[in-house]
């Protein structure tokens, strides 16, 4: 019997517990490696549950210290501890054998990803990296729409994600998570990644990064809390400006994607959960997801992983990717320093 192992347990360590369980259904052995060894069960609404341990609740082999997870010799590894330690946990795993799926962002850092790199390649590793986003058919659709060139020219974009930090865990101390502490990868860039990813995934590498923001709000923390990010793209594809603003202040959660061309334009809202297009000789687009629960896209993203390590295919969002994208996060941070705007220089 295989064996999966993951490397904390947080929300979305036990999140990805609950989908594996389901997909797995007992025909693989799962542990889990604990640090911190919190007594929390945290369902899907993210509510606490005091007093039980996750590995009490899943039913998972508990291991305390990484060598001995490591000998346990885990066929594949989930990697969903701190952000700023994803790259340092992949490679151990990597250096064992194991197959690994990193929860979004790949790290706050490049330090080691070569190692990494060579790693997955030479021992020929299935790797993939958590920006479920990808997998959520309204932003399928407004990809479609403009890769299609359903759009026309595309002229401007707009990605935004806003939401209060302390109601995100209500569980937890927000002062005390690692989205509130520098050391551990956390502030908006990070954390919220998915729109530049996102961004990646429908336009490309953009030509230049223009950040501006920082630490505005009274939210206790080291790290920066609201950000507006300028791309501009220049190839053959794509010759336009693309903004994303990120931030951990708004009380009431808002999250959308607007992107507007020569012949139409298209708005997906994801909190509603619906998508309108309007495009020049074609009858207006509606669509509402209703259905489409939160949970649909981690399944089908670990599904589509699990896959992946049977039939050794590339994975849909390779370390490839998630590399590129950790480092359009690094250059919004350098512009952020700088205030000036940084250009790519080898992409």
């Known amino acids: 019997m295989k064996k999966l192992l993951i490397c904390g347990l947080g929300s979305i360590g036990q999140r990805h517990v609950r989908q594996i369980k389901k997909l797995t259904n007992g025909t693989m052995q799962l542990g889990a490696l604990r640090l911190r060894n919190q007594k929390i069960v945290i ?5 606490g549950i005091k007093g039980k341990t996750p590995e009490e609740q899943y039913k998972l082999k508990l291991f305390t210290e990484v060598e001995a997870a ?3 010799h885990p066929d594949i590894v989930f990697i969903t501890n701190p952000i700023s330690m994803h790259i340092d946990t992949a490679i151990v795993a990597a250096k064992a054998g194991g197959n690994i799926f990193i929860e979004k962002p ?20 299935t790797c993939m990296i958590g920006y479920q986003l990808r997998y959520h058919p309204g932003y399928k659709k407004v990809r479609e729409l403009v890769l299609e060139g359903h759009l026309g020219k ?26 509130a502490k520098k050391d551990q990868g956390g502030g908006v860039i990070f954390c919220l990644s998915h729109k530049i990813d996102l961004a990646y995934w429908i336009f490309g590498f953009p030509f230049s ?21 300028l791309f501009e793209y220049k190839n053959n594809n794509f010759n336009f400006p693309l903004h994303i603003h990120l931030d951990f202040i708004q009380r009431k959660k808002k999250c959308f994607i607007n992107v507007v061309g020569e012949k139409g334009s298209v708005f997906f809202d994801y909190c509603s959960n619906n998508l309108s297009a309007k495009i020049s000789n074609k009858k207006d687009l509606n669509i509402s997801y209703d259905d489409f629960q939160r949970n649909d ?40 320093i700088s205030n000036k705007k940084e250009i790519f220089d080898g992409k």
């Open 43 to 47: 369902n899907d609404k993210l509510e």
């Open 70 to 72: 490591i000998e346990w």
């Open 106 to 125: 790949l790290d706050c850092s490049t330090k080691r990803l070569d190692e990494l790199e060579n790693l997955v390649e030479k021992k020929n590793l």
């Open 154 to 179: 595309i002229t401007y974009a707009d990605l935004h994600f806003g939401e209060w930090l302390p109601g995100m865990h209500p569980y937890e101390d927000y002062r005390i998570s690692h989205a």
């Open 209 to 229: 990064v223009y950040a501006v923001g920082g630490k505005l709000s009274e939210l206790e923390m080291d790290v920066e809390d609201s950000v507006d990010i």
């Open 297 to 336: 896209m981690f399944l089908m993203e670990i599904k589509d992983f699990l896959s992946c390590c049977e039939s050794k295919r590339i994975t849909p969002i390779p370390l490839n990717e998630g590399s590129d994208v950790l480092k359009i996060c690094l250059l919004a941070h350098k512009s952020l």
